[in-house]
């Protein structure tokens, strides 16, 4: 059974670090590629981050290059999402993904209907 269990969320203020981790199970990470969405109250759930696991390529939405950083440890099968220099407008819910590997096309990295299997988030709020 393929699941994935977000951890890492919190409260933390403006400015601050938070590292968010996606452990899966039922599957191997080794050849998929793993989704990072948020979704804050009221707006669509977006794209923020992904790699994929094939060959390593990572993928970030342009508010969060240069703050986030995406990886992976294949031997512990969980995925990391190292956020720093946090907004007020990171707050959000923060949802791991997991792509078909035969399907993943990483133009579409941020497209929700390419995910397969989604985690039950894991909340994030940046406040003073």
């Known amino acids: 059974q393929v699941q994935l269990v977000e951890s890492g969320g919190g409260l933390v203020q403006p400015g601050g670090s938070l590292r ?3 452990a899966a199970s039922g599957f191997t990470l080794d050849y998929y590629a793993i989704g990072w969405f948020r979704q804050a109250p009221g707006k669509e759930r977006e794209g923020v981050s ?3 696991n094939s060959d390593g390529s990572t993928y970030y939405a342009d508010s969060v290059k240069g703050r986030f950083t995406i990886s992976g440890d294949n031997a512990k099968n969980t995925v990391y999402l190292q956020m720093n220099s946090l ?3 990171d707050t959000a819910v923060y949802y791991c993904a997991t792509a078909n590997p035969a399907r993943f096309s990483g133009s579409r990295w941020y497209v929700v209907e390419e995910y397969d299997y989604w985690g039950q988030g ?3 709020t940046v406040s003073s």
């Open 20 to 22: 968010l981790s996606c």
């Open 50 to 52: 992904c790699i994929s």
């Open 87 to 89: 907004k007020p407008e």
């Open 122 to 124: 894991t909340q994030v």
